[in-house]
């Protein structure tokens, strides 16, 4: 295994971290989305990667995704940037999305990559930080969890076609959990 970088992405990325973005989906979410929902994810690829073309070129500057590489190949990547959920105190950042090919999955790089997502926040003097994270979710909240976020009390709902999302917010103090 070739060792990680963690780079920024650009817009010729897009197809890439659309391809993971599917595949994670389709992986992760087995079992708490409809099977057909995931399945036809792949036929949505180019609408997925068009998607992210348009997120990585029209970007705020304090907008950022980075990217988890091994060699040429992207295994992951996270996307922050400054919140838009209204109840937040200024300094309040997002972790929009974090997700892995599966192949890479328990092997470091998720945490790795989160980290280093994290510290980028901190050293841009965001002061705490929030991501949604679905109910069901075991998996991942146990990851957050373990990386020293926790549930703030905040849920919303999501109606997607055929299904709803229930999903939990996560906090973060980002100055108090510096010092630790």
């Not at 192949?103 to 790795?112: E, F, K, M, N, P």
């Not at 998996?139 to 969890?145: D, G, M, S, T, V």
Request: hydrophobic share 40%; proline share 4%; with cysteine.
């Amino acid at each position: 295994m070739s060792a990680l970088e963690v780079r920024l992405a650009r817009s010729e990325d897009a197809p890439a971290i659309a391809a993971v973005h599917v595949r994670s989906w389709q992986w992760a979410y087995r079992g708490q989305i409809p099977d057909d929902y995931l399945d036809g994810l792949s036929a949505r690829l180019a609408e997925r990667t068009e998607m992210w073309r348009q997120i990585l070129t029209s970007r705020l500057p304090e907008d950022r995704t980075w990217l988890a590489m091994q060699g040429d190949r992207m295994v992951g990547f996270v996307d922050t940037g400054p919140t838009h959920d209204t109840d937040a105190r200024p300094g309040t950042a997002e972790i929009r999305a974090l997700y892995l090919d599966p192949s890479a999955v328990g092997l470091g790089i998720g945490r790795a990559l989160f980290a280093h997502a994290v510290d980028d926040l901190r050293q841009r003097h965001f002061r705490r930080a929030i991501l949604w994270v679905l109910a069901t979710n075991r998996r991942a909240r146990r990851f957050y969890e373990v990386a020293g976020w926790c549930p703030d009390g905040v849920t919303k709902t999501e109606e997607r076609p055929g299904f709803i999302l229930e999903e939990m917010r996560y906090r973060i103090d980002l100055v108090a959990n510096a010092l630790s």
